[in-house]
């Protein structure tokens, strides 16, 4: 199942209102913007909405109102809420052209039970805080509230300007999954790391190829334990550490600049993802944030090529021109915000401007910085 548009209203009917207008997504996405084009609150939305589809977070008390269209299985899957004021006011789930969910703001409402040989419509009352499609989870009466809940879990967001866990430390070397929260994604990079060379036999030479694919020549990587002298006796820590070809010494963490631990974190994250066979959505903001031109540009190339050919939805967001010019506009998202609505175009809702731009000759930013994703060429015999 992946994600194919959001719109989001915030604070309706009120002067600090906010609408995401029918933001449709690819397989790939690039989503760019000039600064306060809503970049960063299309992303919270979409991760506002993960807290409430997983019961990480009680309802907001504040005014929304979201419409979100999976595709699972090559069909629509529509989801419908709204909430004020800490209360859930409406819900409704359309699976596959078939109404299965719908709910009022007192918390009653009904659901299709599928535990039996016919489907049945049962009647529920729950919690008005709580999404339905939380509160009624049951993956042999109600599947299809198990793929949404799974879709909400596995989903990741990566700040790449941030310090993706560089700071983090763990205080031993051997964990069990049950014990990691794989979404916190600044958390230490060493239960990960731990779990994905533990479970995958090649793990550590798939990382070791993937950064010298983007430029940082590595011979080995893996778990040490260290010790500074300002910690007490017996409070030893845990880090990751790599060597780079021709130096023999161990580069810890906190050693590795913050440009090489971001590509590394998310190389190790997000290789374990593939390999777990997730088919959910990764989302990485700023990417390539403190990368020098080449690299950054590597990295991404070789984030699409993983994701292409797995099941992994990619959403990624930039400034950068460089990265901009590398990735083919086919997979660009652009945001335009015109006062508070927000508004997103891409070749599946503006194919003939996006088509027509090729033309051109212009490199890909021009794409952007002259704004003929929002007109083609009507700008001009005008």
Not at 236 to 255: C, I, M, P, S
Not at 351 to 380: P, Q, R, V
């Amino acid at each position: 199942m992946y994600l194919r548009k959001l719109t989001f209203r915030e604070n309706e009917g009120k002067k600090i209102e906010w609408l995401i207008d029918h933001v449709d997504l690819g397989k790939i996405n690039l989503i760019v913007g000039q600064n306060s084009s809503g970049k960063t609150r299309t992303l919270n939305a979409l991760t506002d909405l993960v807290d409430l589809l997983t019961g990480s977070t009680f309802v907001p008390k504040t005014n929304g109102r979201y419409e979100v269209l999976f595709m699972k299985d090559e069909k629509d899957v529509l989801l419908e809420c709204e909430y004020d004021d800490g209360i859930i006011k409406k819900e409704c789930l359309t699976w596959k052209g078939e109404k299965v969910l719908e709910r009022g703001e007192d918390g009653t409402g009904w659901i299709i039970y599928m535990g039996a040989k016919d489907k049945i419509t049962l009647n529920f009352g729950i919690s008005v805080n709580q999404l339905a499609c939380f509160a009624k989870r049951d993956k042999f009466q109600h599947p299809f509230l198990e793929h949404i809940y799974e879709w909400g879990v596995d989903m990741r967001r990566f700040n790449f300007s941030g310090n993706m866990g560089k700071n983090s430390y763990a205080l031993k070397s051997i964990y069990g999954e049950d014990e990691i929260n794989f979404r916190d994604t600044n958390a230490s990079l060493v239960p990960v790391l731990y779990t994905a060379m533990d479970q995958h036999e090649n793990f550590r030479e798939t990382i070791i190829s993937d950064m010298n694919e983007i430029g940082y020549h590595l011979e080995d990587l893996g778990i040490v334990q260290f010790s500074e002298r300002s910690h007490q006796p017996g409070q030893d820590r845990f880090a990751v550490y790599t060597t780079e070809k021709g130096l023999e010494k161990k580069v810890l963490q906190h050693d590795m600049s913050q440009g090489m631990f971001r590509a590394f974190s998310v190389l190790v994250r997000f290789n374990r993802y593939v390999l777990k066979e997730k088919t959910a959505c990764i989302i990485i903001d700023d990417i390539g944030e403190g990368l020098d031109f080449s690299r950054a540009k590597s990295l991404v190339k070789l984030l699409i090529e993983k994701a292409e050919s797995s099941g992994v939805q990619l959403i990624m967001s930039t400034n950068d021109s460089f990265i901009m010019n590398e990735v083919d506009i086919e997979n660009w998202a652009v945001l335009h915000r015109d006062g508070n609505k927000i508004s997103l175009y891409n070749y599946e809702n503006s194919k003939e401007i996006f088509e027509d731009f090729k033309f051109t000759g212009l490199n890909n930013f021009d794409f952007y910085a002259s704004e003929f994703f929002k007109s083609g060429f009507s700008d001009k015999s005008e």
